[in-house]
């Protein structure tokens, strides 16, 4: 069984697509639709993004791309996609490689696990991409500092980078809760053995601790950048004043003289 993951954009509406896409869902909730269809056939759309197919040919994926994009929100212009094989083998141990696993049979359930935690993985790699981007350009700021003693930015440019970073990290902590377990593998051993091993295979966890700490490192950064503003603010009305009021004794002075 072939499995490919792509994230489209940043977003997906989900209620919209499943209104007006004529499958019937095997299971669905406000952020996901699971599609089993003939054949072997499967395909998992997620409102984060993120859609998985298995077992689709190319011009069945791009057909499904297609109806799907007028659903998207923010598309994503860079392609982020990733590949796993399936090889079911009876009687075999589970064995969990780079880009296949190997299972004694799968079902629905176990399809779905698989494709979730791909999906988290290929999402992930979109939020590293942010993540990297924003960190990039809080070190060029540090580096003014380093060289000129200031930041060589406008108070208002500064902000606008500030809003920016704040809608990347909001989009990231949204979706956070994509790296939860499902609700599935309470209720299954084997299922639950599947999803760690997966969430292991795909470095999860370890990728997303090391993308919550350069997030902090982005917002230490930005409350410094921040402060630094503010005194160069409070400096530069500090000299207008004292500006003014040298105006005022000049003037104050030459008046007395004449």
């Known amino acids: 069984m072939k499995i490919e993951a792509y994230l489209v954009a940043e ?25 089993v269809q003939e054949h072997g056939k499967y395909v998992h759309v997620f409102n ?11 011009i069945e994926k791009s057909d499904f791309l297609k109806f799907l994009r007028s659903y998207t929100e923010k598309p994503v212009e860079t392609e982020f ?14 064995t969990f490689g780079y880009s296949s696993l190997r299972l004694p049979s799968v079902d629905e359930n176990i399809v779905r696990i698989i494709m979730l935690n791909i999906a988290q993985s290929v999402a992930m790699d979109f939020y590293e991409t942010l993540g990297n981007q924003i960190l990039e350009s809080t070190k060029k700021f ?35 809760y994509i790296f ?11 299922l639950e053995k599947v999803d760690n091993n997966l969430k292991e295979m795909f470095d999860i966890k370890t990728r997303f601790r090391e993308l919550d700490y350069e997030l902090k490192i982005v917002e230490d ?22 500006l003014l009021i040298l105006i005022e004794v000049i003037d104050l002075i030459i008046s007395k003289l004449l």
Do not use: M
């Open 11 to 35: 977003q997906i509406n989900i209620r919209k697509f499943k209104a007006d896409f004529t499958a019937k869902p095997f299971s669905n909730s406000s952020f996901e639709l699971y599609y």
């Open 142 to 176: 540090t580096e003014d500092l380093e060289q000129h003693g200031r930041i060589k930015i406008s108070q208002k440019n500064l902000i606008k980078f500030i809003g920016k970073t704040l809608n990347i990290k909001n989009s990231i902590f949204d979706n956070l």
């Open 81 to 94: 996609k990733e590949d796993l094989i399936i090889e079911i083998t009876p009687e075999a141990k589970p």
């Open 221 to 242: 950064n930005l409350r410094l950048f921040t402060e630094l503003s503010q005194n160069r603010e409070s400096s530069r009305l500090e000299w207008i004043v004292i």
């Open 180 to 190: 939860n377990s499902p609700d599935l593998t309470w209720e299954n051993e084997y």
């Open 48 to 58: 984060y993004g993120t859609v998985v197919f298995v077992n689709y040919n190319d």
